[in-house]
């Protein structure tokens, strides 16, 4: 036994017209192809004379005029906002609408009468006004106002809900017809295929449940596609089910809202009552215009709310920036959210402790909310979360997120369930009838429409967009505060290692660059007392290198004195001329070296901005080395000079000492860093490293060039 379902019903191809029109179509050539068999009606001329004849002649046939030519209608089509052509006709002395369209490969020519109730053009003006006025009850207003135009009995606006059933939301109706303004009907009353048309052709309309249908003769056995057809016969299960209502007439506009269904106007007529053409027109036009009011409304509302949200979010910043505690500004905060939210309850939880304010579910609960959820670091949201563990509040409303993925740190809202009577338009299921004739097993229309009361539980009133995306900001408001004081710490650990590396520097400047100063103020001392006809000019000038020494050491203490009180050194920079100190370092070097034969080259000296005893270790270290590495060659030398260009000075340090290796990744600036053919002399690998970060701290730049045995060159590049 076969069962066909309602969504199984093949409603657009079912050949068959309502009895108030006539249908040609045509292939892509122009070519027709089939008629509806009522046609001789119409022209007195049977549906097989038809068959092959080119669309033109029809409608020369039809308007009593060769002026339209379906050429000129195509390409009206391709260059204008009208997909579908209309025009008033007259055959016979009877008046006519007549639609011409295209639908995939198919050119369709409908006929269809035209009503005795006029519709008037000038009025769109007031009828737009009307429903302008009455936003604020936008629904009831479209329902009077499409029964005033289409003069049906009931005309009802319903809204299709979260579970595809639908509900009726305004009502405009006779006095002696009974209300079922608020009455629920089930999905099935619907079916799907009969939703997707609805999104596709936006007016339909059903003229007397008993009258005849014509079918749609070809020249093969194709199925015609009529879901764009004005005319198309309704399936016998869905007039079965507008005659169970006690209706004789139907119709309905669709309600569009973000390319979607969002809902239906549907007119019911206790008589046959057809509805023309242009008061089909007019009744969608007016239904979409209505939408766009109750959108705009809709997006007030959401600003409304919006704009109270974003107050509780700057507080929330706020108190995030002035109070550490994370946790405590977060429980101050649940009090305030919840009536933002309509929320009942609030659960806070973070790796030492937790809190709850109002209406919270046990401990069984929280953790089969945790087990739903798992590891899902996006927010989740329902309104009708069943609990196996029934607690003593039932809290199917529910929303719940993590602070930070992968922690402790969570936030649970909760809604309490609302116990709702709803009203059915007769009880919500299905009968089945079989054919015997067919062998088919199919959903019988429902015959009751009479109220049926049913109490609905465990439901709490559904979270709006504008509420989960409030949440969703409140969490990355907080993580924003998180990775700011992350940032904070992250930031006063780098400058806590500065700190460290800059008294690291003058640590190792104590112990390795004052020996060069000490090593003169020693060696002025011992030839004071060791020589015995010193003259006034010797002495003078052994007192002024020791004073000059003294001095030095004085301003690397102080430095060291300026960071024990700071967290790094002030630089004060100035334009220096290094001249007389490299040629100290030079002749401090000579002596301790013990380098006489020393060819000491001093080029041309250029000013540099700097600080005076940071440029002192730099070439004392530089010079220095230079010095050193070359005092066991047979004719060492040493040139120090300067060039100036595009607002650089570079000085050129070039030494024939020893030389370096800098393949192999050899780092010569890492502290204690030395190189293997340093071993015979003195050292300990602490100068170049304060040269790197003397050099970082001016803001310079330093390139090297050497070869082992051939000597180094060093240039340093200073912003001028």
């Known amino acids: 036994m076969e069962f066909l379902d309602c969504h199984e019903e093949k409603i657009t191809r079912c050949g068959l017209i309502q009895d108030l029109g006539f249908l040609f179509v045509f292939s892509n050539e122009t070519c027709c192809i089939a008629v509806s068999e009522n046609v001789i009606q119409l022209t007195q001329t049977p549906f097989e004379q038809y068959l092959g004849l080119p669309i033109d002649r029809i409608l020369a046939e039809l308007t009593g005029s060769s002026t339209l030519v379906f050429e000129d209608i195509d390409e009206s089509f391709k260059n204008s906002i009208f997909y579908r052509f209309t025009k008033r006709i007259v055959i016979h002395n009877e008046n006519y609408d007549l639609s011409i369209y295209r639908h995939n490969d198919h050119i369709y020519v409908e006929v269809e009468i035209y009503s005795d109730i006029q519709v008037e053009s000038n009025k769109l003006y007031y009828y737009a006004k009307y429903l302008e006025d009455h936003k604020a009850h936008i629904w009831e207003s479209l329902a009077t106002q499409i029964r005033q135009i289409i003069h049906y009995d009931r005309v009802m606006v319903y809204q299709f809900m979260e579970d595809h059933s639908g509900q009726v939301i305004a009502e405009s109706k006779s006095e002696d017809m009974h209300s079922l303004l608020g009455y629920r009907y089930p999905e099935f009353d619907i079916p799907k295929q009969a939703r997707e048309l609805y999104t596709i052709f936006l007016a339909r309309h059903t003229a007397d449940t008993d009258a005849a249908t014509h079918k749609i003769m070809g020249s093969s056995q194709e199925d015609i596609d009529l879901s764009k057809c004005s005319i198309r016969a309704l399936s016998p299960i869905h007039i079965q089910y507008i005659k169970n209502s006690k209706a004789r007439a139907s119709a309905s506009f669709s309600i569009i809202r973000d390319g979607q269904l969002w809902g239906l106007v549907t007119c019911q007529n206790n008589q046959p009552q057809h ?74 939880k973070y790796a030492t402790g937790e809190r709850s304010i109002g209406l919270v579910p046990n401990t069984e609960q929280l953790q089969e909310i945790n087990d739903f959820v798992q590891d899902d670091d996006s927010i989740f949201s329902t309104h009708k979360f069943k609990y196996s563990y029934q607690g003593e509040n039932i809290l199917p409303g529910v929303i719940t997120t993590e602070i930070l993925p992968n922690s402790q740190w969570k936030i649970y809202i909760f809604r309490k369930e609302v116990v709702i009577q709803e009203v059915w338009a007769g009880k919500p299921e299905k009968h089945l009838q079989y054919d015997d004739s067919k062998k088919i097993t199919f959903p019988s229309p429902r015959t009751s429409f009479e109220a049926w009361k049913q109490i609905t539980r465990t439901h709490a009133t559904p979270w709006l967009q504008v509420e989960i995306s409030f949440i969703e900001r409140i969490v990355f408001i907080i993580q924003q505060a998180l990775a700011k004081r992350n940032a904070e710490i992250d930031q006063l650990n780098k400058d806590l290692v500065r700190s460290n590396n800059a008294l690291d520097t003058f640590t190792y400047t104590l112990t390795h660059d004052i020996k060069n100063p000490l090593s003169s103020i020693k060696l002025g001392s011992q030839m004071i007392l060791m020589k015995k006809n010193i003259t006034t000019e010797q002495l003078h000038k052994l007192a002024n290198n020791m004073l000059d020494s003294s001095s030095l050491i004085s301003d690397m203490l102080d430095k060291v004195h300026e960071l024990s009180k700071s967290n790094s050194v002030a630089l004060n920079l100035e334009l220096l001329d290094p001249t007389s100190k490299i040629i100290l370092i030079a002749e401090s070097s000579k002596n301790q070296y013990d380098v006489t034969h020393l060819d000491f080259v001093l080029g041309a000296i250029l000013p540099i901005k700097g600080e005076r005893t940071l440029i002192y270790q730099l070439f004392l270290n530089i010079v220095g080395n230079a010095i050193k590495y070359s005092s066991k060659q047979e004719k060492p030398k040493v040139e120090v000079y300067s060039t100036a260009s595009d607002n650089k000075v570079t000085y050129f340090i070039i030494d024939n000492g020893i030389g370096m290796d800098l393949k192999n990744g050899n780092n010569i600036f890492e502290i204690f860093q030395r190189l293997p053919n340093s071993s015979g002399y003195e050292g300990s690998g602490i100068g170049l490293s304060i040269v790197r970060r003397i050099i970082d701290r001016l803001g310079a730049e330093i390139k090297v060039e050497s070869s082992l045995g051939k000597g180094t060159t060093i240039q340093i590049q200073f912003d001028n």
């Open 275 to 348: 509805v023309d053409l242009s008061q089909r027109h007019l009744c969608t036009f007016l239904t979409q215009f209505a939408t766009k009011h109750h959108i705009s409304e809709l997006l007030k509302k959401e600003m409304e709310i919006q704009s109270a949200m974003n107050v509780v979010e700057k507080d929330l910043k706020s108190d995030l920036l002035i109070d550490r505690n994370t946790f405590h500004v977060l429980e101050r905060f649940g009090e305030k959210i919840m009536p933002m939210l309509h929320a009942d309850g609030i659960y806070i």
